[in-house]
């Protein structure tokens, strides 16, 4: 029995020195798709190297190629190369679907555009994990959405000619004739070979052109397309951050950052023995960035929705430009309330306004956006007062939310109002002090020219978007 009881004590520290001198000698193998030209291979690699150089410094990328997948012998291939090949194999794109179809058995970790949870063969779901963002319908939606309106009819598409995209642009075609939107694709072979590819885009009437992430083939790419958008003044939208802040104009972008450490810590943590499973797939949403200087630079108005929660890069430029047009930015930072069914159009006057005079949204202007409705209590009203005189510099209103900021007379911000006569006739004396605006013809007034453009027309109709919630106007004119 004390023999027994050794034995095992000494079988298990034989083990633990086994292990230990194991993982300090190791050679890890991560196997990708041979030619693949995708960011993300280059985020995750990147990223491990950074993360854990033990690793790095003993690794062996090897490249397994999947051209036979579409016959049983060809798949059977597949397989056996990456069980006998690699210890954890990595993927993304359109080779993760021929990953899934051929069933492997080796760890994967995947990087991909949608939830591909459901996709997972039942045979792959204990050595499958990964990091998954928006569908590829939400991306194009989001992608638009950066243009103003006028410019979401024709896109153009550019790729490399080397970049395996030829699903992901049927997939995107599919896509944009379902949101009418005229997607023109277009390819290069290396990057002296895109001033063609750009002029050809401007002479077919592009309004802009997409740039998707896995569509560059060197660095060089990037710069002439970023060189080419100046010139032709045709903007460049993409997904990639970083491509942003070097002179993109913007997009729904994917933060490097961010993905690649998660997927280099997943790899990590599987190359040292943790099963797949045990490691939760995670969603990694986009964040609009915006490149105010290339904005500027082009033109482009973005949409106010987009710049209220986009992150803005490229300020240091664009301060310079500010600086030659002759306006400078006043010091400080301001911080401007506005009721968040303002009418977009007044909105927009009232931005313009400021930025003539040196006040610049995301630079030293500050939007807050409030909810106020005829609905609201007393006690919101008066928690809204103290917040608004918090939070605000200035609070700019319509008529409309006048009329229920009169109510609040605990607001200490000053308050800037256009509206008709009648509604700042019942301001409290309190608030007195506090008010200053524009005023414009009173309700009757406009009544009696109406009539006076129309005489002897009994019914009048009025029309307002729904959108723009006003309900108190509509009441004013019926009476």
């Known amino acids: 029995m004390i023999r027994k009881n050794i034995f095992i004590i000494l079988t298990v520290s034989a083990m633990i020195g086994f292990f230990s001198n194991t993982v300090l000698s190791a050679q890890y193998r991560i196997g990708v798709p041979k030619n693949h030209v995708a960011a993300p291979y280059k985020w995750f690699f990147n990223s491990l190297a950074g993360k ?9 990328i090897v490249e397994i190629d999947l051209e036979g997948y579409r016959d049983s012998a060809g798949r059977e291939k597949i397989r056996r190369d990456i069980a006998e090949k690699c210890d954890l194999f990595f993927s993304t794109g359109d080779d993760l679907n021929i990953i899934f179809e051929v069933g492997i058995t080796s760890p994967l970790l995947f990087f991909s555009i949608s939830d591909l949870t459901a996709s997972i063969p039942e045979s792959m779901r204990k050595n499958t994990t990964g990091i998954y963002r928006e569908s590829k319908a939400e991306l194009f939606k989001q992608l638009m959405q950066i243009l103003p309106e006028d410019q979401r009819k024709r896109i153009g598409m550019i790729y490399c000619r080397g970049g395996k995209l030829e699903k992901l642009m049927f997939n995107f075609m599919q896509l944009s004739e379902k949101m009418g939107v005229e997607l023109i694709t277009k390819s290069f072979s290396d990057s002296s070979d895109i001033g063609r590819v750009m002029q050809e885009f401007k002479q077919e009437k592009a309004t802009a052109v997409m740039l998707l992430p896995p569509a560059l083939c060197s660095e060089q790419d990037l710069i002439e397309i970023i060189a080419w958008q100046k010139k032709l003044s045709l903007p460049v939208i993409g997904q990639i951050k970083e491509q ?11 933060d490097s950052k961010q993905i690649g450490p998660n997927l280099a810590d997943y790899a990590t943590k ?7 499973h045990q490691l939760p797939i995670k969603f990694f949403g986009a964040k609009y960035v915006v490149n105010l200087n290339t904005a500027s630079q082009l033109g482009t108005i973005i949409p106010q929705a987009i710049i209220e929660q986009a992150e803005i890069v490229g300020m240091a430029n664009h301060n310079k430009v500010i600086e030659k047009n002759n306006i400078s930015p006043v010091a400080g930072n301001f911080t401007i309330g506005v009721p968040a069914n303002l009418p977009a159009p007044l909105l927009k006057s009232l931005l313009q306004a400021l930025e003539d005079r040196g006040y610049f949204l995301e630079m030293n202007l500050r939007l807050v956006h409030y909810e106020i409705s005829k609905d609201s209590s007393a006690a919101q009203l008066k928690k809204l007062g ?6 605000t ?18 607001i200490s911000s000053p308050i800037c109002f256009i509206s008709t006569q009648e509604l700042i006739t019942d301001i409290p004396p309190s608030l007195k002090k506090n008010f200053t605006g524009v005023i414009r013809a009173s309700v009757l007034s406009l009544m009696d020219m109406i009539q006076q453009m129309m005489p002897g027309k009994q019914r009048v109709t009025v029309m307002s978007h729904s959108a723009t919630n006003l309900p108190e106007t509509e009441s004013e004119y019926r009476n």
């Open 52 to 60: 854990n150089p033990a690793i790095a410094k003993d690794l062996t």
């Open 244 to 254: 942003i802040k070097q002179g993109i104009l913007g997009g729904p972008a994917m």
């Open 270 to 276: 599987i190359l040292r023995g943790r099963n797949p």
């Open 386 to 391: 103290q917040e608004l005189s918090a939070k």
């Open 393 to 410: 510099d200035l609070i700019f209103t319509n008529g409309t939310n006048l009329i229920l900021l009169k109510k609040i007379p605990t």
